[in-house]
């Protein structure tokens, strides 16, 4: 890994307000269910969340802590790969804490329920067009007419 490709990763985390969360089932099946993003710190390696005690992301994740996180829009995509600690420290709860996350702790931030769930990237995968929807669509448009393959840029990280 580059500092570059760090970077870019970072960048691309930045742009996303959700993600498609998965976790293993009791059989080791994965469930997927979104989350909202704490966008209180830039990616360092750990991504943050809160969740509830109760929810069944939570339960999952007590029993198997290994999650994937992916991410996706008009023209990147990101897939991270980690281990989830799950943590009622109130000063990650606090920092993390704003007032859309209080439709599910109507208790607010001190609610017993409320958990930090800190995702430790172990790996990460990304892909980047040329940026903008147009530019992706004229980097298509160009590949269909020459024949070359689309410009698009993937890099997989170890992190």
């Known amino acids: 890994m580059t500092g570059t490709d760090f970077e870019t990763l970072a960048d691309l985390l930045d742009d996303f307000p959700l993600t498609m969360i998965v976790t293993l089932d009791d059989a080791g099946h994965p469930v997927s269910q979104p989350f909202a993003m704490q966008q209180h710190h830039r990616f360092d390696g ?31 995509w990101v897939s991270v790969t980690g281990h989830a600690e799950l943590t009622t420290e109130q000063s990650y709860i606090d920092e993390m804490w704003d007032p859309s996350v209080e439709a599910w702790f109507p208790g607010g931030r001190t609610d017993p329920s409320v958990r930090a769930l800190i995702v430790h990237a172990d790996s990460a995968e990304y892909w980047d067009t040329p940026g903008s929807t147009l530019a992706t669509v ?22």
């Open 46 to 76: 750990d991504l943050w969340f809160l969740v509830s005690a109760e929810s069944s992301t939570a339960i999952r994740l007590e029993k198997s802590p290994v999650v994937n996180l992916a991410f996706s829009s008009n023209d990147s």
């Open 138 to 159: 004229f980097s298509f448009v160009k590949s269909k007419v020459t024949g070359a393959p689309m410009d698009i840029e993937n890099e997989k990280i170890d992190l």
